[in-house]
């Protein structure tokens, strides 16, 4: 009986088209074609820490590619430190024998690892792997009701006026990287303090429309000017947010749900509702 090699890699620019025809296959139920084909023209065009994948990883098998990872690398807070979002996991069934090559040549870089969009028979898979469990649900909240922040001012992020210097350097990047993305990028003024906030707009069924909050500090600052941030949005008929949590944030007008959790391995423990140059700003997920 012939025996069977497969070899893990880094994904080449020459492996992009036979990449997207796997996810398409894999993902055929909840994603399209041109779904797979934006999100790897996304990884093509943005910068990546030098070192590191643009793309993720592949196993190959006599040269057809048999399983794929995304991966997608960017630096912590402008710092050196670098976080990786596990993404789009997939291998054909007849090679799901050899996945734990796959996963093993994803995890060879000492980084942070995520994972904020597991699937619910994953979640043993992602503890045995060593993952640990940062957020346990969200809050689906109508902020224009909120108690409080409405005395803030909210504007459109705008690239000119926005570097005169008054955002933090970093801030001001993933504020212009990610309105590129498509992504609704605020800056709040309140009591002499600028806060940026980024929001991904949704749409489901029955064609609600909603947001959800991708970049922003902690709880206690959204609900500082959760009113002023809910009127914004509001205006662009997206009065509904989706909002990192571990429990029920009060005066925020929403409700939690304990499900949809979110994972990380390594050392650096991902801070709430930091979700920049994640696969939910850049593929829409």
Not at 183 to 209: D, N, S
Request: glycine share 8%; charged share 25%.
């Amino acid at each position: 009986m012939p025996r069977t090699v497969v070899r893990c890699r880094d994904i080449a620019e020459a492996d992009v088209e036979d990449v997207i025809d796997l996810l398409t296959a894999g993902f055929r139920r909840q994603r399209d074609r041109a779904f797979w084909t934006n999100a790897l023209s996304r990884l093509r065009q943005r910068s990546v820490p030098t070192g590191y994948s643009r793309y993720g990883c592949l196993m190959e098998c006599e040269g057809r590619v048999v399983g794929v990872i995304l991966q997608i690398f960017a630096p912590i807070d402008g710092s050196e430190r670098v976080r990786c979002n596990f993404s789009s996991w997939w291998v054909m069934p007849a090679y799901r024998a050899f996945g734990a090559l796959l996963v093993s040549r994803a995890f060879r870089h000492k980084v942070t690892y995520t994972n904020i969009t597991p699937a619910p028979h994953s979640l043993p898979i992602l503890e045995a792997q060593g993952y640990r469990r940062y957020c346990s649900g969200r809050v689906i909240a109508m902020p224009m009701f909120a108690s409080r922040g409405g005395d803030a001012v909210v504007r459109a992020f705008d690239e000119t006026r926005d570097a005169a210097g008054h955002l933090d350097p970093t801030e001001y990047q993933i504020l212009k990287d990610h309105a590129s993305y498509g992504c609704i990028c605020l800056v709040c003024e309140k009591g002499g303090k600028t806060v940026p906030f980024v929001f991904a707009p949704r749409k489901r069924m029955l064609a609600l429309r909603f947001a959800v909050l991708v970049y922003g500090s902690a709880a206690g600052e959204f609900l500082d000017f959760a009113q002023a941030l809910g009127r914004y949005l509001a205006r662009q008929k997206l009065p509904f947010v989706v909002i990192d949590a571990n429990g029920p944030m009060p005066g925020a007008c929403g409700i939690y749900f304990s499900r949809k959790p979110k994972f990380f391995r390594g050392p650096d423990r991902p801070r709430l509702n930091d979700h920049a140059y994640t696969e939910r700003a850049l593929f829409g997920s």
